[in-house]
Protein backbone atom coordinates (compact mmCIF):
# COMPACT_ATOMS: atom_id res chain seq x y z
CA UNK A 1 0.00 0.00 0.00
CA UNK A 2 0.86 3.72 -0.79
CA UNK A 3 1.16 5.77 2.82
CA UNK A 4 -0.53 9.30 2.23
CA UNK A 5 -1.52 12.66 3.98
CA UNK A 6 -4.73 14.47 3.59
CA UNK A 7 -7.53 16.26 5.47
CA UNK A 8 -10.36 14.32 6.43
CA UNK A 9 -13.68 14.62 8.09
CA UNK A 10 -13.98 11.91 10.62
CA UNK A 11 -17.73 12.26 11.20
CA UNK A 12 -20.78 14.91 9.48
CA UNK A 13 -20.10 17.16 12.68
CA UNK A 14 -16.24 17.43 12.94
CA UNK A 15 -14.22 19.81 11.10
CA UNK A 16 -11.39 18.49 8.37
CA UNK A 17 -8.12 17.84 10.36
CA UNK A 18 -4.90 15.85 9.26
CA UNK A 19 -5.34 12.30 8.43
CA UNK A 20 -2.83 9.42 7.36
CA UNK A 21 -3.99 6.99 5.29
CA UNK A 22 -3.66 4.55 2.71
CA UNK A 23 -3.87 3.67 -1.07
CA UNK A 24 -3.38 1.21 -3.07
CA UNK A 25 -0.25 -0.14 -5.02
CA UNK A 26 -0.37 1.03 -8.83
CA UNK A 27 -1.60 -1.89 -10.58
CA UNK A 28 -0.80 -2.43 -14.19
CA UNK A 29 -3.55 -0.69 -15.42
CA UNK A 30 -2.88 2.53 -12.80
CA UNK A 31 -1.82 5.85 -12.71
CA UNK A 32 -0.54 7.51 -9.73
CA UNK A 33 -0.01 11.81 -9.41
CA UNK A 34 0.81 13.63 -6.77
CA UNK A 35 -1.71 16.51 -6.32
CA UNK A 36 -0.43 19.56 -6.42
CA UNK A 37 -3.56 21.61 -6.67
CA UNK A 38 -7.15 20.73 -6.13
CA UNK A 39 -10.62 22.63 -6.26
CA UNK A 40 -13.29 23.45 -3.34
CA UNK A 41 -16.66 22.60 -4.71
CA UNK A 42 -19.79 22.93 -2.79
CA UNK A 43 -20.30 19.26 -2.96
CA UNK A 44 -17.72 18.97 -0.75
CA UNK A 45 -19.12 20.76 2.04
CA UNK A 46 -22.68 18.91 1.16
CA UNK A 47 -20.97 15.60 1.50
CA UNK A 48 -19.33 16.27 4.73
CA UNK A 49 -22.18 17.47 6.28
CA UNK A 50 -24.38 14.22 4.99
CA UNK A 51 -26.98 16.87 3.37
CA UNK A 52 -27.74 14.57 0.21
CA UNK A 53 -27.03 10.94 1.67
CA UNK A 54 -25.12 8.85 4.27
CA UNK A 55 -21.41 9.66 3.81
CA UNK A 56 -18.84 7.17 4.12
CA UNK A 57 -16.08 8.44 7.03
CA UNK A 58 -13.72 9.16 7.36
CA UNK A 59 -13.80 11.25 4.31
CA UNK A 60 -11.54 13.04 2.12
CA UNK A 61 -12.96 15.55 -0.23
CA UNK A 62 -11.86 17.07 -3.60
CA UNK A 63 -12.63 16.15 -6.98
CA UNK A 64 -11.00 19.15 -8.97
CA UNK A 65 -7.41 17.23 -8.73
CA UNK A 66 -4.44 18.04 -10.54
CA UNK A 67 -0.74 17.48 -10.37
CA UNK A 68 2.72 15.21 -12.46
CA UNK A 69 2.62 11.62 -12.98
CA UNK A 70 5.20 9.75 -10.33
CA UNK A 71 4.37 6.24 -11.45
CA UNK A 72 3.15 4.39 -14.17
CA UNK A 73 1.54 0.54 -14.64
CA UNK A 74 3.23 -1.48 -17.15
CA UNK A 75 -0.10 -1.75 -19.45
CA UNK A 76 -0.66 1.79 -19.39
CA UNK A 77 -0.13 3.76 -22.74
CA UNK A 78 -1.56 7.06 -22.65
CA UNK A 79 0.65 9.20 -19.70
CA UNK A 80 4.04 8.61 -18.91
CA UNK A 81 6.10 9.94 -15.92
CA UNK A 82 6.88 13.94 -15.64
CA UNK A 83 2.67 14.36 -17.50
CA UNK A 84 0.23 16.66 -16.07
CA UNK A 85 -2.44 14.91 -15.52
CA UNK A 86 -6.26 15.20 -13.63
CA UNK A 87 -9.02 13.56 -12.22
CA UNK A 88 -12.53 14.83 -12.06
CA UNK A 89 -15.75 13.23 -10.18
CA UNK A 90 -15.29 9.84 -11.25
CA UNK A 91 -12.58 7.48 -10.90
CA UNK A 92 -14.45 4.50 -12.63
CA UNK A 93 -17.70 2.89 -13.71
CA UNK A 94 -18.96 -0.80 -15.22
CA UNK A 95 -17.06 0.13 -18.72
CA UNK A 96 -19.87 -2.71 -19.71
CA UNK A 97 -23.88 -0.57 -19.95
CA UNK A 98 -24.85 1.66 -22.41
CA UNK A 99 -24.11 4.60 -21.46
CA UNK A 100 -20.47 3.78 -20.79
CA UNK A 101 -20.31 2.29 -24.27
CA UNK A 102 -21.10 5.83 -25.61
CA UNK A 103 -18.75 7.55 -23.28
CA UNK A 104 -21.58 8.83 -20.65
CA UNK A 105 -19.64 7.08 -17.45
CA UNK A 106 -21.29 10.02 -15.47
CA UNK A 107 -24.73 8.15 -16.10
CA UNK A 108 -22.98 4.36 -15.96
CA UNK A 109 -26.29 2.02 -15.20
CA UNK A 110 -24.61 -0.02 -12.77
CA UNK A 111 -23.25 3.11 -10.85
CA UNK A 112 -20.26 5.17 -11.13
CA UNK A 113 -17.31 5.17 -8.95
CA UNK A 114 -16.88 8.38 -7.04
CA UNK A 115 -13.69 10.02 -6.53
CA UNK A 116 -14.30 10.23 -2.92
CA UNK A 117 -17.26 9.15 -0.30
CA UNK A 118 -18.00 5.39 -2.65
CA UNK A 119 -16.67 2.30 -2.97
CA UNK A 120 -13.55 1.54 -5.04
CA UNK A 121 -14.52 -2.05 -7.15
CA UNK A 122 -11.51 -1.94 -9.07
CA UNK A 123 -9.40 -2.30 -4.92
CA UNK A 124 -10.37 -4.10 -2.76
CA UNK A 125 -13.70 -2.24 -1.71
CA UNK A 126 -12.41 0.42 0.13
CA UNK A 127 -13.65 4.36 0.59
CA UNK A 128 -12.58 6.02 -1.94
CA UNK A 129 -10.52 9.19 -1.24
CA UNK A 130 -10.38 12.90 -2.88
CA UNK A 131 -7.84 15.72 -4.16
CA UNK A 132 -7.44 17.07 -0.37
CA UNK A 133 -4.23 14.63 -0.09
CA UNK A 134 -1.04 14.87 -1.25
CA UNK A 135 -0.92 11.63 -4.01
CA UNK A 136 -3.58 9.60 -5.81
CA UNK A 137 -3.66 6.20 -7.65
CA UNK A 138 -6.67 6.04 -10.48
CA UNK A 139 -7.33 3.65 -13.38
CA UNK A 140 -5.44 5.10 -16.23
CA UNK A 141 -9.39 5.67 -18.69
CA UNK A 142 -9.90 7.99 -15.88
CA UNK A 143 -7.13 10.53 -15.79
CA UNK A 144 -6.70 13.18 -17.99
CA UNK A 145 -4.25 15.19 -20.00
CA UNK A 146 -4.01 18.62 -18.59
CA UNK A 147 -2.36 21.35 -20.96
CA UNK A 148 0.89 23.12 -20.05
CA UNK A 149 -0.79 25.83 -22.19
CA UNK A 150 -2.74 26.94 -18.79
CA UNK A 151 -1.90 27.88 -15.47
CA UNK A 152 -2.20 24.77 -13.35
CA UNK A 153 -4.03 26.00 -10.41
CA UNK A 154 -6.66 27.79 -12.27
CA UNK A 155 -7.41 25.21 -14.62
CA UNK A 156 -7.94 22.53 -11.47
CA UNK A 157 -12.28 24.05 -11.46
CA UNK A 158 -11.95 22.96 -14.61
CA UNK A 159 -12.69 19.05 -13.50
CA UNK A 160 -15.69 20.10 -11.88
CA UNK A 161 -17.23 23.41 -12.38
CA UNK A 162 -16.24 23.97 -16.12
CA UNK A 163 -17.31 20.25 -17.28
CA UNK A 164 -20.93 20.41 -15.46
CA UNK A 165 -21.42 24.00 -17.35
CA UNK A 166 -20.12 22.98 -20.52
CA UNK A 167 -21.70 19.68 -21.14
CA UNK A 168 -25.28 21.09 -21.03
CA UNK A 169 -24.08 23.88 -23.32
CA UNK A 170 -22.75 21.33 -26.07
CA UNK A 171 -25.73 18.97 -25.71
CA UNK A 172 -28.22 21.39 -26.12
CA UNK A 173 -26.38 22.88 -28.70
CA UNK A 174 -26.20 26.76 -27.09
CA UNK A 175 -24.62 28.98 -29.56
CA UNK A 176 -25.15 31.42 -32.26
CA UNK A 177 -28.35 32.71 -32.33
CA UNK A 178 -29.49 31.71 -29.15
CA UNK A 179 -30.33 33.94 -25.79
CA UNK A 180 -28.93 32.56 -22.66
CA UNK A 181 -29.19 33.35 -19.36
CA UNK A 182 -26.97 32.03 -16.25
CA UNK A 183 -28.79 31.90 -13.30
CA UNK A 184 -26.26 32.39 -10.66
CA UNK A 185 -22.73 34.17 -10.58
CA UNK A 186 -20.44 31.72 -8.56
CA UNK A 187 -18.04 28.90 -9.10
CA UNK A 188 -20.39 27.18 -11.72
CA UNK A 189 -22.38 30.27 -13.08
CA UNK A 190 -19.26 32.50 -13.75
CA UNK A 191 -17.86 29.19 -16.22
CA UNK A 192 -20.94 29.40 -17.72
CA UNK A 193 -20.40 32.69 -18.80
CA UNK A 194 -17.28 32.10 -20.38
CA UNK A 195 -18.77 29.46 -22.47
CA UNK A 196 -21.64 30.82 -23.16
CA UNK A 197 -19.76 33.43 -24.85
CA UNK A 198 -16.90 31.87 -25.96
CA UNK A 199 -19.71 29.60 -27.96
CA UNK A 200 -21.42 33.03 -29.60
CA UNK A 201 -24.48 32.65 -27.48
CA UNK A 202 -25.88 36.06 -26.58
CA UNK A 203 -25.75 35.48 -22.30
CA UNK A 204 -27.28 37.54 -19.89
CA UNK A 205 -26.55 36.70 -16.16
CA UNK A 206 -29.51 36.80 -13.67
CA UNK A 207 -28.58 37.33 -9.96
CA UNK A 208 -30.17 38.81 -6.83
CA UNK A 209 -27.04 40.85 -6.30
CA UNK A 210 -26.75 44.40 -8.23
CA UNK A 211 -23.32 44.33 -6.77
CA UNK A 212 -22.22 41.47 -8.98
CA UNK A 213 -23.00 43.79 -12.43
CA UNK A 214 -19.35 44.67 -13.31
CA UNK A 215 -18.26 41.20 -12.68
CA UNK A 216 -20.92 40.18 -15.04
CA UNK A 217 -19.77 42.26 -17.50
CA UNK A 218 -15.47 41.69 -17.06
CA UNK A 219 -17.08 37.96 -17.95
CA UNK A 220 -18.18 38.57 -21.06
CA UNK A 221 -21.89 38.79 -20.11
CA UNK A 222 -23.57 41.09 -22.79
CA UNK A 223 -26.71 41.77 -20.26
CA UNK A 224 -27.18 41.76 -16.69
CA UNK A 225 -30.54 41.48 -15.09
CA UNK A 226 -31.60 42.16 -10.72
CA UNK A 227 -34.49 39.72 -10.06
CA UNK A 228 -35.28 41.44 -6.96
CA UNK A 229 -36.40 44.48 -9.23
CA UNK A 230 -39.44 43.74 -10.79
CA UNK A 231 -39.11 46.30 -13.66
CA UNK A 232 -35.84 44.02 -14.84
CA UNK A 233 -37.49 41.10 -14.65
CA UNK A 234 -40.50 41.96 -16.32
CA UNK A 235 -38.30 43.42 -19.21
CA UNK A 236 -37.28 40.10 -20.23
CA UNK A 237 -40.45 37.90 -19.39
CA UNK A 238 -40.44 35.63 -22.77
CA UNK A 239 -36.92 36.23 -24.11
CA UNK A 240 -34.25 33.23 -23.28
CA UNK A 241 -34.06 30.13 -25.34
CA UNK A 242 -32.13 28.45 -22.36
CA UNK A 243 -31.79 29.30 -18.92
CA UNK A 244 -28.90 27.70 -17.46
CA UNK A 245 -29.55 26.81 -13.37
CA UNK A 246 -26.46 27.19 -11.22
CA UNK A 247 -28.11 28.04 -7.68
CA UNK A 248 -28.24 25.46 -4.74
CA UNK A 249 -30.67 26.97 -2.64
CA UNK A 250 -34.08 26.80 -2.89
CA UNK A 251 -35.55 29.18 -5.34
CA UNK A 252 -38.61 30.41 -7.14
CA UNK A 253 -38.71 27.89 -10.64
CA UNK A 254 -41.93 29.63 -11.50
CA UNK A 255 -40.58 33.29 -11.81
CA UNK A 256 -37.30 31.95 -14.03
CA UNK A 257 -39.82 29.56 -15.90
CA UNK A 258 -41.69 33.03 -16.92
CA UNK A 259 -38.61 34.28 -18.59
CA UNK A 260 -38.67 31.88 -21.26
CA UNK A 261 -39.62 31.43 -25.06
CA UNK A 262 -42.21 28.89 -25.88
CA UNK A 263 -40.31 25.95 -26.34
CA UNK A 264 -37.37 27.14 -23.87
CA UNK A 265 -35.55 25.20 -21.80
CA UNK A 266 -34.24 25.05 -17.94
CA UNK A 267 -31.19 23.31 -17.49
CA UNK A 268 -30.67 22.47 -13.87
CA UNK A 269 -26.69 21.94 -12.83
CA UNK A 270 -27.11 23.28 -8.85
CA UNK A 271 -28.12 20.80 -6.38
CA UNK A 272 -30.02 22.58 -3.46
CA UNK A 273 -30.06 20.41 -0.14
CA UNK A 274 -33.73 20.68 -0.25
CA UNK A 275 -36.41 19.83 -3.28
CA UNK A 276 -37.80 22.73 -5.52
CA UNK A 277 -40.83 23.11 -6.47
CA UNK A 278 -42.06 23.30 -10.12
CA UNK A 279 -45.65 24.71 -10.77
CA UNK A 280 -47.61 22.68 -13.72
CA UNK A 281 -48.87 26.07 -15.27
CA UNK A 282 -45.19 27.48 -15.50
CA UNK A 283 -44.09 24.86 -17.78
CA UNK A 284 -47.59 23.95 -19.88
CA UNK A 285 -48.04 27.63 -20.74
CA UNK A 286 -45.61 28.05 -23.20
CA UNK A 287 -44.34 24.09 -23.39
CA UNK A 288 -41.14 24.98 -21.74
CA UNK A 289 -39.28 22.08 -20.43
CA UNK A 290 -37.04 21.67 -16.90
CA UNK A 291 -34.03 19.53 -17.55
CA UNK A 292 -30.98 18.37 -15.41
CA UNK A 293 -27.49 17.97 -16.10
CA UNK A 294 -24.38 16.37 -14.20
CA UNK A 295 -21.01 16.22 -15.07
CA UNK A 296 -19.41 14.88 -18.71
CA UNK A 297 -18.36 11.63 -19.08
CA UNK A 298 -14.35 11.21 -19.46
CA UNK A 299 -14.24 12.05 -23.80
CA UNK A 300 -15.98 14.96 -23.21
CA UNK A 301 -14.35 16.31 -20.35
CA UNK A 302 -11.14 16.03 -22.29
CA UNK A 303 -12.22 17.82 -25.27
CA UNK A 304 -13.84 20.64 -22.59
CA UNK A 305 -9.94 20.51 -21.07
CA UNK A 306 -8.64 20.51 -24.87
CA UNK A 307 -11.57 23.50 -26.14
CA UNK A 308 -10.14 25.72 -22.57
CA UNK A 309 -6.50 25.22 -24.04
CA UNK A 310 -6.85 26.43 -27.48
CA UNK A 311 -9.45 29.15 -26.61
CA UNK A 312 -7.63 30.35 -22.67
CA UNK A 313 -10.26 29.57 -21.05
CA UNK A 314 -10.17 28.76 -16.74
CA UNK A 315 -11.60 29.17 -14.10
CA UNK A 316 -11.18 32.50 -11.92
CA UNK A 317 -9.57 31.21 -8.17
CA UNK A 318 -8.46 32.07 -5.07
CA UNK A 319 -5.91 30.19 -4.12
CA UNK A 320 -5.34 29.24 0.01
CA UNK A 321 -3.83 26.90 1.97
CA UNK A 322 -4.82 23.64 3.23
CA UNK A 323 -5.06 24.83 6.64
CA UNK A 324 -7.37 27.68 5.91
CA UNK A 325 -10.09 25.20 4.35
CA UNK A 326 -12.95 25.88 7.07
CA UNK A 327 -12.58 29.69 6.46
CA UNK A 328 -13.06 29.05 2.86
CA UNK A 329 -16.31 26.80 3.48
CA UNK A 330 -17.90 29.84 6.00
CA UNK A 331 -16.67 32.49 2.75
CA UNK A 332 -18.32 30.02 0.21
CA UNK A 333 -21.72 29.76 2.03
CA UNK A 334 -21.61 33.46 2.27
CA UNK A 335 -21.28 33.79 -1.99
CA UNK A 336 -17.60 35.60 -0.78
CA UNK A 337 -14.95 34.49 -3.76
CA UNK A 338 -14.36 34.50 -7.09
CA UNK A 339 -14.63 32.31 -8.28
CA UNK A 340 -13.28 28.73 -6.93
CA UNK A 341 -10.97 28.34 -4.56
CA UNK A 342 -8.48 26.08 -4.93
CA UNK A 343 -5.91 24.75 -2.44
CA UNK A 344 -2.29 24.57 -2.79
CA UNK A 345 -1.12 21.47 -1.90
CA UNK A 346 2.55 22.01 -1.37
CA UNK A 347 0.83 23.49 2.09
CA UNK A 348 -0.20 20.22 3.20
Given at each position: ???????????????????NFERREVGPHDVQFDILFCGVCHSDLHQI?????????????????????VKVGSHVTKFKVGDLAGTGCLVDSCHTCDNCNHG??????????LTYNSVDKYGDGSPTYGGYSNTIVVKEDFVLHISDKLPLAATAPLLCAGITTYSP????????????????????GHMAVKFGVAFGAEV??????????????????????VTSDADQVAAVKGSFDFILDTVSAEHDFGLYLSLLKTDGTHICVGVPSSPNKIPPFAIIDGRKSVAGSSIGGLPETQEMLDFCAEHNIVSDIELIDMKDIHAA??????????YRFVIDMATL
Open positions: MITAKGYAAQSPVTDLGPWRNEWFPGIFPMVPGHEIVGRVLEQYCQNGAVLRHWKVGKGHKLAVLGLGGLTVLSTSPSKAAAAAKLGAHHFVYERMERGDVR
